[in-house]
């Protein structure tokens, strides 16, 4: 049997750090990029790319997220409380410690900015622990990605010069 061809596959994305969805859906291409490696013979680049879910974003939370959900979907603060239940249980069916209800909404820009910094020094795993960490801040630690001091603590954590 002849040795298959090594396959290259590049896996260009669009997330913010503030979006549930984003976070989930990360998780899931990580698990079918494992299956994938386990059984084939593909080389996978991925590349994050910035969307805002909200540019105009304070550097402080405004409220909490329950409130602000039902505001900007125009639905009752019982349907967002159920809704954003719905959307932490999906987090943790993927192995994540996902606290929705309790994350601090913020600008991420800044975030953004320091994962760029990261992909900047053309070390995946670098730009991953980044993209791992701010993650992990907004949804477990619920921590404000506008923090500027936070942000330099993840990048350093990561491996960055402050």
């Known amino acids: 049997m002849a040795d298959r061809k090594k396959a290259d596959m590049k896996i260009t994305y669009w997330s ?17 990029l494992e299956e994938i490696a386990e059984n084939e013979n593909v080389d996978v680049e991925i590349e994050m790319k910035a969307f805002q879910l909200d540019p105009s974003a304070g550097e402080h939370a405004a409220g909490d997220t ?16 159920e809704t954003i239940e719905h959307i932490s249980q999906m987090g943790i069916a993927e192995g994540l410690d996902f606290k929705y209800a309790t994350t601090l909404f913020t600008n991420t820009m800044d975030a953004h900015r320091l994962t760029k910094l990261a992909q900047s020094e ?29 942000l330099q603590k993840i990048g350093e954590d990561a491996g960055l010069d402050a």
Do not use: V, W
Not at 18 to 31: D, V
Not at 68 to 81: L, V
């Open 66 to 81: 329950q409130t602000r959900f039902a505001h900007k979907y125009g639905i009752s603060m019982q349907e967002a409380g």
């Open 122 to 150: 053309n070390d995946p795993e670098l730009a991953e622990k980044i993209i791992e960490a701010l993650f992990k801040a907004y949804f477990t630690d619920n921590k404000e990605l506008a923090d500027k001091e936070l």
């Open 16 to 32: 913010d750090y503030a979006c549930p969805y984003c976070y989930i859906g990360e998780a899931r291409m990580k698990k079918a």
